[in-house]
């Protein structure tokens, strides 16, 4: 077996609220180093770990992960609808793996996605049925969340599964870093939007519009400074990013969801799925990162990062 890792931020603002050109163009020679990287891979399988933001998964059940044997995407913020192409066989082999070493890993027959899932696809791939993938849903929005040392647990038990599987595999992270989007909290919500989170009826057209032009506004308060949105954190961000550099991913074992947090918004949970995918990788042997990208991006309410790394064997 063989085994990369590629870490990579998402917003569903990219295109609707786009910030300076300059940056646009050193995200796309950011974005454009990943792909030829994933190239010359050539991966046979696709593990992505993603969130979801209230589209597939509701409080009637939350769980804080799942891995899905097929998946339909919803097609919010203009992202792709449909089935993915998930590899059944594949993901069946890998849930009796992680079960075997002991997590209880939630598994969907038919999981929802968004475009926590879609984006990477499109961006890396050019669509969602492009490569066999296996669907890991990794709750980074839905408090209460458990300790992040359960979800570097869960990578490293798929890494391990996966590496039975002897084909060549990328992990790939979909999310944070820091930001701190407009989604709905639970806590305290009035009880139409409360009954929406837990039951989870698809909204109309017109509620999806309202609810996706909302985020777009955000965007643009947030670029303009005000806002009462926690700002974007470099230097948290950058810390995140050490770490999972340094090869050892089990560092993060003693990061508390608080400090998450306060240091990183209330969408900084997201960073789940790079700890996920890295830990996989670091399952599969010692790993070194091999391109690393950083930038703050408000108007897409993201801590935008790309980072790509290879198993040293
Ligand atoms: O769908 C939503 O409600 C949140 C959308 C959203 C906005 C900015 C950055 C993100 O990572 C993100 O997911
Ligand atoms: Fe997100």
Redesign the pocket.
């Known amino acids: 077996m063989s085994a990369v890792a590629v870490g990579l931020?998402?917003?569903?603002?990219i295109g609707k609220n786009d910030p300076a050109p300059d940056v646009i163009a050193a995200v796309d020679t950011a974005v454009d180093e990943a792909r030829a990287f994933i190239r010359s891979f050539d991966p046979e399988l696709v593990v992505l770990y993603a969130?979801d933001?209230?589209?597939g998964f509701f409080y009637k059940e939350m769980p804080p992960f799942c891995l899905a044997t097929e998946a339909n995407a919803v097609g919010?913020?203009g992202s792709a609808a449909g089935p993915l192409s998930v590899d059944t066989e594949a993901a069946r082999a890998i849930a009796l793996g992680v079960l075997d070493r002991g997590i209880d890993l939630t598994i969907s027959a038919r999981m929802t996605v968004?475009?926590?899932f879609v984006q990477p696809l499109e961006i890396l791939f050019g669509g969602i049925d492009q490569v066999p993938v296996v669907p890991v849903f990794v709750n980074g929005v839905a408090t209460p969340l458990g300790p992040v040392s359960r979800i570097r647990a869960l990578g490293t038990a798929i890494g391990e599964a996966a590496a039975a599987l002897d084909r060549r595999v990328l992990f790939l992270g979909s999310?944070?870093l820091s930001?701190d989007?407009?989604?709905?909290v639970l806590e305290g919500a009035p009880p139409r939007v409360a009954d929406a989170l837990i039951e989870g009826h698809p909204p109309t057209p017109e509620q999806r519009a309202r609810?996706?032009q909302r985020?777009v506004q955000?965007?643009r308060d947030y670029a303009a400074g005000s806002t009462a949105m926690i700002p974007i954190n470099p230097t948290w961000d950058n810390l995140v990013l050490d770490t999972l550099a340094s090869g050892r991913p089990e560092d993060v074992d003693d990061w508390s969801v608080e400090w998450m947090g306060a240091e990183g918004g209330g969408?900084a949970h997201?960073v789940r799925t790079w700890i996920a995918a890295f830990a996989s990788l670091a399952a599969t042997g010692k790993y070194q990162m091999t391109s690393r990208f950083y930038r703050a991006i408000p108007e897409?309410?993201?801590g935008f990062a790309v980072a790509t790394a290879v198993g040293e064997r």
Not at 9 to 13: A, G, K, Q, R, V
Not at 181 to 184: A, C, E, R
């Open positions: 931020s998402h917003s569903p603002l969130p933001h209230y589209n919010d913020f968004d475009h926590g999310g944070g930001h989007p407009p989604v709905p609810g996706e985020v955000a965007g969408s997201e897409w309410i993201a």
